[in-house]
């Protein structure tokens, strides 16, 4: 059983939380865009959780799958990039991120716990509870019981804390 994040699975996370970042950043992008930075930064949470599942599995691919194929960076003559297929799975699903953060054992939601708190001065919980369903209620938010209101600066707090927490793992 895994005793540390996926750093795979966070680098992936990462994407997320630079986009978000880069427009929340962005005055123009920020007032144009705000359900796309919610959802990228609840993503981004939703994904570090996942990382921090302890019976993560590696999924071997199968010889007709191209997941071992090698990232193309440099695109010639417009061609598409192919990215490679994710490996490595967890066994939690859903984005709730309350559900998400129940679902780790507890040794594993302490030590995340202790590890946002330390980078933030927050505790993670009441937070994850506000924004427990960003991610699905930013992107439908014309759905019946999706429109509410997002307090970005708290799901961003949740994103900063586990991206700069997490890395800690082993230090504390």
Same mark, same amino acid.
């Given at each position: 059983?895994?005793?540390?994040?996926?750093?795979?699975?966070?680098?992936?996370?990462?994407?997320?939380?630079?986009?978000?970042?880069?427009?929340?950043?962005?005055?123009? $992008?920020?007032?144009? *865009?705000? /359900?796309?930075?919610?959802?990228?930064?609840?993503?981004? !949470?939703? #994904?570090?959780? =996942?990382?921090?599942?302890?019976?993560?599995?590696?999924?071997?691919?199968?010889?007709?799958?191209?997941?071992?194929?090698?990232?193309?960076?440099?695109?010639?003559?417009?061609?598409?990039? $192919?990215?490679?297929? *994710?490996? /490595?799975?967890?066994?939690?699903?859903?984005?709730?991120? !309350?559900? #998400?953060?129940? =679902?780790?054992?507890?040794?594993?939601?302490?030590?995340?716990?202790?590890?946002?708190?330390?980078?933030?001065?927050?505790?993670?919980?009441?937070?994850?509870?506000?924004?427990?369903?960003?991610?699905?209620?930013?992107?439908?938010?014309?759905?019946?019981?999706?429109?509410?209101?997002?307090?970005?600066?708290?799901?961003?707090?949740?994103?900063?804390?586990?991206?700069?927490?997490?890395?800690?793992?082993?230090?504390?």
């Amino acid at each position: 059983m895994r005793k540390e994040p996926s750093g795979h699975i966070y680098m992936h996370a990462q994407q997320f939380f630079r986009l978000a970042e880069h427009a929340f950043k962005d005055d123009y $992008l920020l007032s144009t *865009a705000p /359900y796309a930075v919610t959802a990228n930064y609840a993503f981004c !949470v939703e #994904i570090l959780l =996942k990382a921090c599942d302890p019976k993560l599995e590696y999924l071997s691919p199968s010889p007709e799958d191209d997941t071992e194929a090698d990232l193309r960076h440099e695109p010639a003559d417009d061609e598409a990039r $192919l990215v490679r297929a *994710a490996i /490595y799975c967890s066994n939690i699903s859903g984005h709730d991120l !309350v559900k #998400i953060f129940e =679902k780790l054992d507890q040794e594993t939601a302490t030590k995340v716990s202790q590890l946002f708190e330390e980078q933030t001065g927050e505790q993670i919980l009441p937070l994850l509870e506000e924004c427990r369903r960003y991610f699905i209620q930013a992107r439908y938010p014309y759905d019946k019981g999706n429109r509410i209101g997002f307090d970005i600066a708290k799901v961003r707090l949740l994103a900063t804390g586990l991206m700069g927490g997490l890395p800690n793992w082993n230090k504390s």
